[in-house]
């Protein structure tokens, strides 16, 4: 079985890890997790971690002292690592490392990753990448933050183990982290469950003016700056939005368009049974899982809404013949 030592070159001194833009539970778990590891099975190695600033119920776990949240100054590092990242420009904070780096490697379970990296280490059947990095790493040199930081990712790319990227493997993972002392039910409570009385508000305004088209087999919802401004809330509170509006009954697929910068928006996809969303995302130059994807889109909210809604159409009707 390939463990994650087989993944580095030799000969290394220095490695920096970075995971995508507004980065999400996972991505903050996993690359938590594989800084941890490094750090406690490979000390000679000088390790640094860089970090968008994800919201505030992420910020709990220790490892977080030392992170980076500001851009780095160029530098050359032997080694630039980047987790739960599908392409290029989809890296965040440390995204002008990587260019610089003497090697790159990139571990993932995005089916869309573009192997931008020297070498990729992509499993697209697991539920996340911290369930690849679980299996990669040596169970007995896991402890406790390290468990703590890849169960945290496990879960907010499972919702907590309800959609369909679960796998036995997935629950075996859960279960063996479980085993190590994880503080599951604090973690899946404040990281998951809690929100802000702004990202409540928010939430609430985003299904309020959310809308069925097609006959009902889509909802769709639209958040601008100006809208996000209201609530005192920014575009990385708006993470459960699509989540919930994919919970409306007979509907095939949610739709969310969010304003991450004048003219800029973000678009979040989720489907519920057999519509491949990845697919719909790479027509934008997005990607992103069958079932969960996303891309990035300029123009103006009408504009975007028409064109994605009537994309979405197009592959509706196909499925139905």
């Not at 991450?260 to 899982?289: C, D, I, M």
């Not at 975007?304 to 499925?319: D, K, R």
Request: aromatic share 8%; proline share 4%.
């Amino acid at each position: 079985m390939k463990t994650l030592n087989d993944l580095l070159p030799e000969g290394i001194r220095t490695v920096a890890i970075a995971g995508h833009v507004n980065p999400d539970g996972d991505c903050v778990g996993s690359t938590c997790a594989l800084y941890l590891y490094l750090k406690k099975t490979r000390p000679e190695l000088a390790l640094s971690l860089y970090l968008a600033r994800p919201t505030d119920d992420l910020m709990f776990m220790d490892v977080m002292k030392e992170v980076s949240f500001e851009e780095p100054a160029p530098w050359s590092p032997d080694l630039m690592i980047t987790c739960d990242t599908s392409s290029l420009d989809r890296i965040g904070c440390g995204a002008g490392l990587f260019e610089k780096a003497e090697r790159t490697l990139s571990i993932d379970h995005h089916v869309s990753n573009t192997r931008y990296a020297d070498e990729t280490w992509v499993e697209p059947d697991a539920s996340s990448c911290a369930e690849v990095l679980f299996y990669l790493f040596e169970e007995d040199k896991i402890d406790l933050p390290i468990a703590t930081a890849l169960y945290t990712g496990l879960i907010h790319d499972t919702g907590v183990f309800q959609y369909s990227n679960v796998t036995r493997r997935t629950m075996e993972a859960g279960a063996r982290l479980i085993g190590m002392g994880v503080p599951h039910t604090r973690i899946i409570e404040e990281s998951f469950n809690a929100a802000t009385f702004g990202q409540q508000r928010i939430l609430g305004w985003c299904l309020e003016n959310s809308r069925l088209y097609l006959d009902g087999r889509v909802v769709a919802s639209v958040c601008t700056q100006n809208d996000m401004a209201r609530f005192g809330v920014e575009a990385k509170d708006t993470g459960s939005v699509v989540a919930v509006l994919r919970q409306t009954t007979g509907v095939e697929l949610a739709l969310f368009l969010y304003e991450t910068e004048p003219g800029t928006f973000k678009l979040s996809l989720r489907s519920n049974s057999f519509l491949n969303v990845a697919e719909l995302a790479a027509r934008y130059g997005g990607g992103g899982h069958v079932k969960a994807a996303g891309a990035t889109l300029k123009g103006s909210a009408p504009a975007l809404l028409a064109e994605v809604l009537g994309t979405a159409a197009a592959m509706l009707e196909e499925s139905d013949v």
